[in-house]
């Protein structure tokens, strides 16, 4: 991979299959991995640095610059979606980003966030500018919060119901509530009635439940069987969904850089040979080829994960 395809794609990568919102483009706003939680299931390992201090981590006119050459080039998406290697309303200009990306293009913006920080008046005006937010409510009480979500300091499930309660009586746009299941931990008939009053309070237009179908932080996270999922959808009713498959997906490529992009979209998340042929509309011969040539080179590794073998970029990819 040359310099020059790595600068080109610093901060943009896909676009991916989104079991949330289709063929998404992902911009990766903050250095992995700083948030304000280190939850166990999160498949990007680990919090290397738990935070809640807002801060300018990158040059937004560059991210702008690469959204731009990516929609020169023909790109297409469902969305343009901020989340990536960290929590991305930590980046204190994200909302700076949004009316960039509006002013280029008519995909709508998605956040993906963990909701955390939304008790903060400038954190709910910077995600009101976006068309869709999607935060995490994995939790009905403290305990099993800080059991799941392992929140920095200053962070509480309270601050978290109430300041995304708050941006709904702000906010205009859609609000999807994702709620991540994991078998014999929140899965109990009084949490998910905990989490089901809780939800109320914020009003989502959407909730949808998730679970483990890659690798996770801490082993030993099995993924939550269709039927308990669901069982709980019909619990907490309304406009509750099962979210299970990935749809498929095509996105053409020029074959010199399919090596580039298969390791950006490594790089952020854990991806099975299936997953890169959906996102980068590639064949499964070509994936495999991609996979077995980077695994040689030790820039990516393997983890099986039931019948399936994700791949993810080794630490020293670059």
């Given amino acids: 991979m040359s310099s020059k395809e790595s600068k080109h794609r610093r901060y943009i990568y896909g676009p991916v299959p989104s079991r949330r919102l289709g063929l998404s483009l992902g911009v990766d706003i903050v250095p992995m991995k700083i948030c304000t939680l280190d939850c166990v299931y999160c498949q990007l390992g680990r919090t290397t640095e738990k935070s809640v201090v807002r801060r300018d981590f990158v040059d937004i006119d560059a991210v702008l610059a690469e959204i731009r050459d990516w929609l020169k080039d023909g790109g297409r998406a469902d969305h343009i979606t901020l989340g990536g290697s960290g929590e991305p309303t930590l980046n204190v200009r994200i909302g700076d980003l949004v009316d960039g990306i509006h002013a280029l293009t008519d995909i ?69 509530l994702e709620v991540f299941l994991i078998p014999g931990v929140n899965t109990d008939e009084e949490q998910i009635e905990k989490i089901r009053k809780l939800s109320e309070r914020m009003r989502p237009d959407k909730i949808q439940l998730n679970t483990a179908v890659r690798p996770t932080a801490e082993k030993g996270i099995e993924a939550a069987a269709r039927e308990t999922l669901a069982a709980i959808a019909r619990q907490i009713g309304g406009g509750c969904e099962v979210i299970v498959d990935v749809p498929a997906a095509t996105c053409d490529r020029r074959r010199e850089r399919v090596t580039a ?58």
């Fill in 261 to 318: 992009d298969v390791l950006s979209m490594l790089k952020r998340r854990p991806c099975s040979v299936e997953d890169l042929c959906r996102g980068l509309g590639i064949t499964p011969d070509e994936a495999r080829r991609q996979v077995t040539d980077l695994a040689d080179r030790r820039l990516v590794d393997a983890e099986s994960r039931g019948e399936k073998i994700y791949y993810r970029a080794h630490s020293k990819a670059s």
């Fill in 108 to 176: 709508p913006v998605a956040i993906l966030t963990n909701g955390t920080l939304f008790y903060r008046e400038d954190v709910r005006a910077d995600c009101a500018r976006a068309d869709v937010v999607v935060p995490s409510l994995d939790a009905g009480d403290p305990a099993m919060f800080e059991a799941v979500n392992r929140p920095a300091l200053d962070i509480s499930i309270e601050k978290l119901v109430s300041g995304l309660a708050t941006f709904r009586e702000e906010y205009a746009g859609q609000i999807w």
